[in-house]
């Protein structure tokens, strides 16, 4: 019997077989739309819950990076960091290797093992963070792609594709929670909603990683940062 309902974004895994391309696109772009307005209505929404029953601006208290911390801290580095460094960095780390082809997975951990190093490295005040960030780049996928093979990674690409597909969009939501300076437990449910329109850009970057490409998902994602991108720009030029 065929299921009375089409699998969620993530469980799609063989779109070219039913989709042209630009049905695919079609419905990655709707399907962003769609839960961009739904995420944006519950974060809002939850602001005004904090605001009605404590008191409190939930959205400010969270600490977030605003584009005037990021021009601040970085200068004119801020604009070609959100729109191409972070999403190649992150493509790389959270999707490149949904391909379970073995050079992908090694950039992949490698650039995953980069991201967190980066960001400890950062915090610990480390001198040259970013290259020393680099080499564990390097050693990491160096050592997957020397330690394993293709026919190893194929052999689990049909039982781990879609959980893989899953638990790397939950990870890339989660991660962003980093970007924020002053967590704690009353705010981590408006913390939780802040990233679900991440989470929900995440489903479509796997969609177009698995059904079209690792290039689409990196285009997609630098699309999706482009506005960020222009507000720093406006910060930049104010």
Not at 177 to 183: D, E, K, T
Not at 196 to 211: E, P, Q
Not at 218 to 230: D, F, I, Q, Y
């Amino acid at each position: 019997m065929e299921p009375r309902m089409k699998p969620f974004i993530l469980n799609r895994t063989d779109e070219r077989n039913t989709k042209s391309v630009g049905g695919i696109l079609l419905y990655a772009a709707l399907f962003f739309i769609v839960t961009r307005i739904a995420a944006m209505l519950l974060q809002k929404s939850g602001a005004a819950l904090y605001e009605w029953g404590w008191g409190l601006d939930a959205a400010g208290m969270l600490g977030a990076r605003t584009p005037e911390s990021m021009v601040s801290d970085m200068g004119w580095r801020a604009v070609p960091h959100v729109l191409l460094l972070a999403p190649f960095v992150e493509e790389c780390a959270f999707r490149l290797g949904l391909s379970f082809r073995r050079w992908h997975i090694a950039a992949g951990l490698g650039a995953l093992a980069y991201f967190f190093a980066d960001w400890m490295l950062f915090f610990a005040d480390v001198a040259n963070a970013r290259y020393w960030a680099l080499l564990v780049w390097i050693a990491v996928a160096a050592a997957v792609y020397g330690f394993t093979t293709d026919g190893f990674w194929l052999s689990k690409r049909d039982r781990w594709l879609r959980p893989a597909m899953w638990a790397s969009t939950v990870v890339f939501a989660s991660v962003h929670l980093l970007s924020v300076s002053a967590l704690t437990w009353g705010l981590l449910p408006y913390a939780l909603l802040y990233v679900l329109g991440l989470f929900f850009s995440g489903c479509v970057f796997v969609y177009l990683r698995v059904n079209l490409g690792f290039g689409w998902a990196l285009g997609a994602h630098m699309l999706c940062n482009l506005p960020p991108a222009l507000f720093l720009l406006g910060a930049l030029c104010d």
